[in-house]
């Protein structure tokens, strides 16, 4: 059994920084596509960033681009989203997402496993 657990949301201001952890069981992280969503109230889940498999391409939202990084630790089975220079548009649930499949997608229906989720907020 696939689990994925998100830490590391929070309240922050706006041009700060926050990283968000995804720490995953059952399978090594580097063996799926791992993703990244949000979802805003009242807005649908929003593909953020996600590394292939195989290969560990990175690709990111033009919205986030050049703004947050993705990264992977093989060896403590955990992906990181670190985000900077964070604007109030970046509030929303943040989650993590596995796809057992070799394609990069970014419709979030495409993906198998998910997390909980972690709030992030970012104020004015």
């Known amino acids: 059994q696939v689990q994925l657990a998100e830490s590391g949301g929070g309240l922050v201001q706006a041009g700060g920084s926050l990283t968000l952890s995804c720490a995953v069981s059952?399978?090594?992280?580097?063996?799926?596509?791992m993703g990244w969503f949000r979802q805003a109230p009242g807005k649908e889940r929003e593909f953020v960033a996600a590394?292939?498999?195989?290969?560990?391409?990175?690709s990111y939202a033009d919205s986030v681009r050049g703004r947050f990084t993705f990264s992977r630790d093989n060896a403590k089975n955990t992906v990181y989203l670190q985000m900077n220079s964070l604007k109030p548009e970046d509030t929303a649930v943040y989650y993590c997402?596995?796809?057992?499949?070799?394609?990069?997608?970014?419709?979030?229906?495409?993906?198998?496993?998910w997390g909980q989720g972690t709030q992030v907020t970012v104020s004015s």
């Open positions: 059952g399978r090594p992280v580097n063996s799926y596509v």
């Open positions: 997402a596995a796809d057992d499949s070799t394609v990069v997608y970014t419709t979030s229906a495409a993906y198998d496993f």
């Open positions: 590394i292939s498999w195989p290969g560990g391409v990175i």
